[in-house]
């Protein structure tokens, strides 16, 4: 059974920058849609970016060009470097797997229905 453990969040000043990692229980090569989703106090979970097979990426457009979502198959690791942080982006930051198929949907539905997710690791961007 899948498992999802998050980790590296903490507090950086805008601007900076910081590198969650994500790792499964289980051999994660080619068979998920996995991706990173952040929930800000008192508003709806939201995309960040997926990932499918060995490098097809989605990312949000508010993240285009600063966010870098990669995964290791043989390390079973999801990673997400996020560079030139602002401070909209302080939220509790999830990772999350489904069926492969689900990538081909968009982020915000992929925030519903990619449902085995980790426990979530807090990104606090102060301004």
């Known amino acids: 059974q899948l498992q999802l453990e998050e980790s590296g969040g903490g507090s950086v000043q805008a601007g900076g920058s910081l590198r969650l990692s994500c790792s499964a229980s289980?051999?994660?090569?080619?068979?998920?849609?996995m991706g990173w989703f952040r929930q800000a106090s008192g508003k709806e979970r939201e995309g960040v970016a997926s990932i499918v097979g060995a490098d097809v990426a989605t990312y949000a457009d508010s993240v285009k060009g600063r966010f870098t979502i990669t995964k290791d198959s043989d390390k079973n690791t999801l990673s997400l470097q996020m560079n030139s942080l602002k401070a909209e982006a302080t939220a509790v930051y999830y990772c999350?797997?489904?069926?492969?198929?689900?990538?081909?949907?968009?982020?915000?539905?992929?925030?519903?229905?990619?449902?085995?997710r980790g426990q979530g690791t807090q990104v606090t961007v102060s301004s």
């Open positions: 999350a797997a489904g069926p492969d198929f689900l990538c081909g949907l968009d982020l915000s539905e992929q925030a519903r229905r990619l449902t085995v």
């Open positions: 289980i051999n994660i090569k080619n068979r998920y849609c």
